[in-house]
């Protein structure tokens, strides 16, 4: 598949279908994954493929719990909530209702003392830690999309981290940083995405100065 | 060009030529960088292009200055570094050296504000925010290889946040999370990538077990 196909039609598949994947097709979706660059090539990071049907169920609960939390707000809002988040959070209630079910599971775990994170000590949220890890991450979504597999990446399984670690003997030093369910689509899988024209994404030389890169904001 | 091709093939180019990049061509990666998924699709990331010289030389210079710190005890190790970090540290100092004068240098800034940072509250570094950021960085950097441009991840100058802060007037909310200087290779540029087999980041179901992969383990 050609790379901006896969890009740019690349979006958030929730509902996934049980049936199995081919393990040559999920080993190929796992190597793209660990080609992905990574500080210093330290690939901080390991995959665990939970295919396991009690611990799916372990972590459909916890997950679900999450997610109820976590879309309190939306769900608030009632009709008034604008169409693209209505569409995210039902599509979103079908993954945390079904995520037993899905094919597999794959859990993203990282090793922060094998990082630079050169961003540990600013006075503000860390995030340089991921540079390390979701570049292979985002291989393993595009990887999925070429092979017509739909995923969706999620991070709200971090709040119950210490259940997760228990559930798949993770040791001490390694932390977990994405839930990605794998399946095959129920609907169409991927299509069109949505996103901001690149001239609201892109400055020039200092802040909030237009980028004349005119050809492709349509 | 091919997904698998280009991810297969990307790796580190630190050795960049002056040459100008087409307006198209840039246009181009960073609206591959738009494309990618981010937590509840808010994009929470921003790209400054910076080709003026005259804040390239500063950027150079502060660069430069980390740069050293960072591998003043790989520089003691001498000849009994491994070779593959001999290599690296080599093209280091080329990117250092001349970081002024590479075509376009991306300054990627994020918002805390605007993310769900679930792993946040751990007691353990945090990196969940990176997951709505180092997506579009990947997607930016498999551009640059489709299009025959080098380029590398850098952390380096979130030690100098401030600096660059007020050298591109990013206001107070944003902070920095990647500096990526891409043009056109002055060697090669891409190539074979060496990476650890996927049986040693793959586990099945638990932490160490080794997952049936065996395919794809050449």
């Known amino acids: 598949m050609d790379l901006y196909d896969a890009m740019s039609t690349q979006r958030a598949v929730r509902r996934l279908r049980p049936d199995a994947i081919p393990e040559p097709v999920l080993a190929k979706v796992l190597a793209a994954a660990a080609w992905a660059p990574t500080g210093g090539n330290v690939q901080p990071f390991r995959m665990i493929t939970v295919t396991d049907r009690q611990k799916l169920s372990v972590i459909q609960k916890l997950y679900q719990t999450q997610w109820s939390i976590y879309t309190e707000s939306m769900r608030a809002e009632g009709d008034g909530l604008a169409l693209p988040r209505q569409k995210m959070l039902r599509a979103g209630d079908y993954l945390a209702a079904n995520m037993h079910e899905v094919p597999v599971l794959v859990v993203v775990c990282f090793n922060a003392n094998l990082m630079a994170i050169t961003d540990a000590d600013l ?67 991927y299509g069109p995405i949505s996103r901001r024209p690149i001239d609201k994404l892109v400055f020039d030389n200092v802040w909030g100065q237009s980028a004349s890169l005119g050809e492709t904001h349509g």
Chains 1, 2 share one sequence.
């Open 123 to 189: 006075d503000r949220p860390s995030i340089v830690g991921g540079g390390s890890v979701y570049t292979a991450v985002q291989n393993l979504m595009l990887a999925c999309r070429a092979e017509g597999l739909g995923c969706v990446l999620t991070t709200l399984l971090c709040y119950q981290e210490q259940e997760i670690k228990a559930l798949l003997e993770i040791p001490e030093e390694w932390g977990t940083c994405a839930a990605i369910p794998i399946g095959y689509p129920v609907l169409k899988g």
